[in-house]
């Protein structure tokens, strides 16, 4: 079966661009992806695989993979990392051609848990980029990097 990626152009089932690795995902996220995927034309899922602590799908097209990276941590916070390496490059034209890889971590608390971090406990208000919340003891805000953060 043939495809045409997001150029117009045929390409082959197994053809992708970019990966997105979700770690630790939820149900929800997973169904999130799909329903995307699903509903944009000319983008599709060449391979999934899963992994220790989730999966890697190979998508069709880098714009919408980097799109998604965002939408995923809009919508469930998490931390997004966006790496990109040359693949190849196009012979007619000598343009560089990348391959995109977008890590969507899923953290392990929630909005309304009480974690630690630095060896303060704060409670979680709201998460995005960082974690945002309120210390415990003496109730200022704080925004920290997830990696500071141990449950």
């Avoid at 880098?62 to 809009?74: A, C, E, P, S």
């Avoid at 003496?138 to 920290?144: A, L, P, Q």
Wanted: glycine share 6%.
């Amino acid at each position: 079966m043939e495809y045409m990626n997001d150029k117009g152009e045929k390409v082959a089932d197994n053809y992708f661009e970019g990966t997105l690795q979700l770690r630790n995902p939820t149900k929800e996220v997973k169904k999130f992806v799909r329903k995307l995927v699903e509903k944009t034309p000319r983008v599709f899922v060449a391979k999934e695989e899963k992994v220790v602590n989730g999966f890697d799908i190979y998508l069709s097209s880098n714009k919408f993979l980097v799109n998604l990276g965002k939408k995923l941590q809009n919508k469930f916070g998490g931390e997004v990392k966006v790496s990109r390496k040359l693949h190849t490059r196009k012979r007619l034209t000598s343009k560089e051609v990348y391959r995109v890889t977008v890590l969507f971590r899923m953290p392990k608390f929630k909005v309304g848990d009480v974690v630690k971090t630095r060896g303060k406990l704060i409670e979680v208000k709201r998460m995005e980029k960082k974690v945002f919340g309120v210390d415990v003891d003496t109730g200022k805000k704080i925004s920290v990097d997830y990696r500071y953060i141990s449950e």
